[in-house]
């Protein structure tokens, strides 16, 4: 009796067991009410900077940030974040059963911008301004301020001879150029050395440096190597475009009726000369932009291509191309249509459809966020292109004519009227 008592206890334990399974299962996977009218579950989660942001689904507030919103049925949801001096976030996404969906797509978090950001106001009467991304430069009358991006705090004046109206870096450079519309001029920012160059004022926005801070430019069909404290070097003839890389340059050049890419090391070591490519889609005047030896690119009349077993189009009705090699990143409009062109990925995507110019164009996918300059104040448009897209503008008294985001983009520096502005748009 004893034993048969025992057997059937150990039958009806192990029956209730099976029938607890489906309910461990359940709450392991983020499902519910499993019963014949059961329904899938998913989680949303929601990682902010600043933290503790309100969270609204479909206009009831529900948590604050950090937050996992689980056991929610299958469907769309409407998503608000709202804190208190920034700007608000919405967003329509989808719960899928089974599954986590990140609000800011992982593992980014979603940064939230303040309404008013704190500003400094670092100078006014000043003519224009540049970034090497952790410096400010200010260029007036005479001389140039160098801030901290970090703090807007003076590091340094660097006294300009000459008169001049425009100022241009790259990312970590030494060295500076400056414009008057008249000549080109080379300015050293450790020493403070300034040299007159070769190259003509309209070469100013296509002349790019190497590593250790010498320019490169074609004049005339003819590529120099420009050094501050010494003359010209002529490194190559027939070229109709080129673009510095680290130690070396990139060219295009016209050779026994075929137009070529080749790769010249300037300084350091390496292989002097390399042909890289003998049937360039560039049969005139071109621009090429290289941020390795498998990523180049040359915008002949209005198309642009990309170098990949073969020359193919990313656009036929290019303009206003903004290329970054240090980043590296690319982008561009083609027909209205904001495109940037991913590295990682190697692939095209579209950012928006605004059918005006935009300037001044930053990508910062670190923060989630396309910067441009349009309508003379800074917008910002949401990259993720899941449901609507978040787009925030700043503006100042006077027109925005020039921006630019810190190295690890915190803070915008900005030439409004003749003043340069500090704004911090990140929270510490």
Known sequence: MKATYRYGSL?????????FIPYMIGYVTGKKNLSRQSESTGIFAIRTTPVKADVYLNGSKVDTTPADLKFLSQGFYEISLQKSG?????????????????????????????????????????????TTGQDVFALKTGFIHMY?????????????????????????ATVLLLSDGKQLVGLNVQNGQVQVLGATPDLFSTISITRDGSFVYTRSKILYVETIGAAPATLATNVLSSYALGYGVYYVSKE??????KHMQVSGSGSPVQTLDK??????????????????????ANVLYRLSDGWASMGDQVSNVVFDSSAPSLAYQNAGELNFYDFSEQKIWLIDRTGSQAQNMIFRGDLGYFFHLQNGSVQLLELDRRGEQNYYSYSDENPVAKFFLSEDGKRIALLAGNTVKLLTIVAE
Do not use: H
Not at 94 to 116: A, C, D, H, R, Y
């Open 148 to 172: 901290s991006f970090a703090d807007g705090s003076l590091e340094k004046t660097l006294t300009v001879p000459i008169t001049m109206n425009q100022i241009r870096s790259w990312p970590g």
């Open 86 to 130: 920034y700007k608000a976030w919405r967003k329509t996404l989808q719960i899928i059963p089974g599954k986590v969906t990140w609000v800011n797509p992982e593992p980014l978090k979603l940064f939230m911008f303040p309404e008013s950001p704190q500003t400094q106001n670092l100078e006014s009467d000043v003519l224009d301004i540049e």
């Open 11 to 19: 039958a009806l334990g192990f029956i209730v067991f099976l029938l």
């Open 279 to 300: 049937a360039i889609p560039c049969p005139a005047n071109c621009a090429i932009y290289v941020a390795g030896t498998k990523q180049i690119f040359i915008k002949s």
């Open 256 to 261: 026994n009726g075929q137009v070529v890419l």
